[in-house]
């Protein structure tokens, strides 16, 4: 094959909307029906799916040395029952599915999975009227809750504490999101799917259907863009996408000491804003015992922006605060609101006053330093400068793009999968 030229969306500035042509080279024996760019949950699902379908040949690629570097293995772990979700969006018809088959996988193998239960609690009187639109939307989305008041909740959960009701969600699980992924890479590589891992696809050329891969020319048929923080500029790259950009929601969790971890049974969250796609600080046992309060939602200054310096690079940073500045102008989902709210659940007192609204029982030592962090891929509209509330699949002739791949997509991933491998 001629050598092949290629639009390279990976510049060493990290910096956006990157289209510098180059040479792809030449592909020489690595040639797939399929090639999926990223090893997060839904990269290793479609992967699976594709498999399972025996559809042609199929190889993953993941940049970093290890699955679950980002937020396939940085999540709550929590799999969602599917209560919140808008009825008829995609992210309310899959989850149902989805948690099932989550459930069914996690027991098949002997994972590391608990079915520990929920509540929702009204942390404030206001808050009461969204107890009745969790119910509603439950209701319509076919998923088990029940409406109940303070005694049943002490019953169930003795610490938390609601405004007159609460609801009970007795499907929501907890796993080990890591065992996940490990169990999904060994059954790819049982049913000889190639999974390169420290291997980053940095350019793709549709025309000649090849990709840049590590230092390798790699061909394909069709490729699957899951490549989550980065997966607006894969997409982008190949000329689909353009009304969106990624932005990254920094999640912070904090671990209860053994003393007050022991006081939990389940999960307890709080009445979220409807208007965000986040869920609020929660507080979620692991399904070892650990238990985690968090995650915040605060806009980062980068895809890859973990901690205050590392991940930061100073081009990119410009770039988002810049970007960051429009959204809050423009104040669509009540994003002033929410970033008021992170800076005050910044401090420990701040994080502690949050928790205490769920469980006023816990007290300051009970809560440690922060001790994870994993960054929500979350898409915005360029247009609008809203923050996108579904799953967005976009497409080439020969390529499928998955963005805004935010939770419940792990929760829901086997019938994510199923879906988008339906539209190949
Ligand atoms: C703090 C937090 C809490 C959450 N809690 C929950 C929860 O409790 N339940 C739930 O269901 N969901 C939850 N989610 C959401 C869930 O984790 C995500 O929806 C899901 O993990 C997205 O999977 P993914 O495969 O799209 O992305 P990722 O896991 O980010 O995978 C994408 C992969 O692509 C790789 N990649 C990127 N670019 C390239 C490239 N050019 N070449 C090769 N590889 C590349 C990346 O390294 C990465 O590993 C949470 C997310 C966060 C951040």
């Not at 289209?19 to 024996?29: L, Q, R």
Request: hydrophobic share 40%; aromatic share 6%; charged share 25%.
């Amino acid at each position: 094959m001629s050598r092949n030229r290629t639009v390279s969306f990976l510049d060493k500035n990290n910096g956006e909307n990157v289209a510098e042509v180059s040479d792809v080279g030449n592909v020489s024996g690595m040639n797939f029906d399929y090639l999926v760019v990223g090893g997060g949950i839904v990269g290793l699902t479609v992967a699976r799916e594709i498999a399972n379908r025996s559809m042609g040949s199929v190889a993953v690629f993941e940049k970093e040395p290890r699955l679950g570097a980002h937020g396939s293995g940085r999540n709550s772990g929590v799999i969602h029952a599917g209560i919140y979700y808008r009825p008829h969006t995609l992210r309310a018809q899959i989850c149902r599915d989805g948690a099932r088959r989550m459930r069914e996988y996690a027991a098949e193998r002997n994972l590391c999975w608990k079915k520990s239960g929920k509540v929702i609690v009204a942390t404030t009187p206001h808050a009461v009227g969204q107890i009745d639109v969790l119910l509603e939307r439950a209701t319509a989305n076919g998923i088990r809750v029940e409406k109940i008041g303070q005694d049943e909740l002490s019953r169930l959960e003795p610490e938390a504490r609601t405004h007159e009701a609460a609801l009970h969600s007795p499907d929501t699980a907890v796993i080990d999101p890591l065992d996940v992924l490990s169990e999904l890479r060994a059954d790819l590589e049982r049913a000889g799917v190639t999974v390169r891992v420290g291997v980053a696809v940095t350019g793709i050329d549709e025309s000649s259907r090849a990709a840049r891969a590590g230092s390798s020319a790699v061909g394909f048929g069709t490729l699957i863009n899951a490549a989550g923080l980065h997966a607006d500029r894969v997409a982008r790259s190949m000329g689909v996408g353009r009304a969106y950009q990624i932005m990254a929601f920094r999640g912070a969790y904090r671990e209860l000491v053994p003393a007050a971890a022991g006081r939990f049974r389940g999960s307890v969250y709080p009445t979220p804003d409807l208007r965000m796609p986040f869920l609020g600080v929660h507080i979620t046992p692991d399904p070892r015992g650990r238990v985690f309060v968090g995650p915040t939602a605060m806009p980062a200054l980068g895809r890859e922006h973990y901690g205050r310096i590392s991940g930061l690079n100073p081009v990119e940073a410009v770039r988002t605060a810049a970007a960051l500045g429009s959204m809050l102008a423009a104040d669509r989902n009540g994003m002033r609101g929410l970033v008021r709210a992170e800076v005050r659940r910044y401090s420990a007192a701040g994080f502690l006053r949050e928790a205490r609204a769920l469980a006023p029982g816990l007290q300051a030592g009970d809560i440690g330093r922060v001790c994870k962090v994993g960054l929500r891929a979350q898409l915005v509209d360029r247009n609008t400068r809203e923050l996108v509330d579904d799953y967005v699949l976009e497409r080439t002739k020969h390529s499928l793009h998955v963005l805004n791949a935010t939770s419940p997509a792990f929760s829901s991933a086997f019938a994510l999968a199923e879906m988008i491998v339906d539209e190949l």
